[in-house]
């Protein structure tokens, strides 16, 4: 920074310099050049640190989404599908048995709701439009 520091001291040295050369009439011209400069080390630094902060969000978010969760792990998916389908047995006897085809539909709406919410669950981007890229841990929106 230091640097810069003294990079913009010597444009101050040098506009000021001109301007005893060159008189009052080109103070404005002057002035306004050098407060150009000065707006042009303003932007390029706000943009490199914007940019700084825009790369430290996307690591951080990268990181996040391939960093396990423990909600979404092997085990607890396969054991609430043989869950599911234990209890789709009875499930299904009993409404099929109470209210013939109607209960059976019923009862089978009710597993199939009930494993579409634990999928949506342990998979939040999955029904958001996000496609999977098959690149990596990448999505597509």
Do not use: H
């Not at 301007?19 to 943009?47: C, M, P, T």
């Not at 634990?118 to 841990?137: I, Y």
Request: proline residues 4%; charged residues 30%.
């Amino acid at each position: 920074m230091d640097g810069r520091d003294t990079d913009l001291k010597k444009e101050l040295d040098a506009t000021l310099q001109t301007r005893r050369e060159l008189g009052e009439e080109y103070e404005s011209a002057l002035v306004d050049s050098f407060l150009e400069k000065v707006d042009q080390r303003i932007d390029g630094a706000v943009e490199r640190r914007v940019r700084r902060q825009m790369a430290e969000r996307q690591m951080a978010t990268a990181r996040d989404s391939r960093s396990p969760r423990p909600t979404d792990s092997f085990g607890e998916r396969f054991g609430f599908g043989i869950v599911s389908l234990v209890l789709a047995v009875p499930l299904s006897a009993i409404g099929g048995g109470v209210a013939d085809l109607p209960g059976l539909l019923v009862a089978w709406a009710g597993i199939v709701g009930v494993n579409v919410v634990q999928v949506a669950r342990t998979n939040p981007g999955l029904f958001s439009g996000r496609r999977w890229a098959g690149k990596g841990d990448a999505w597509d929106e």
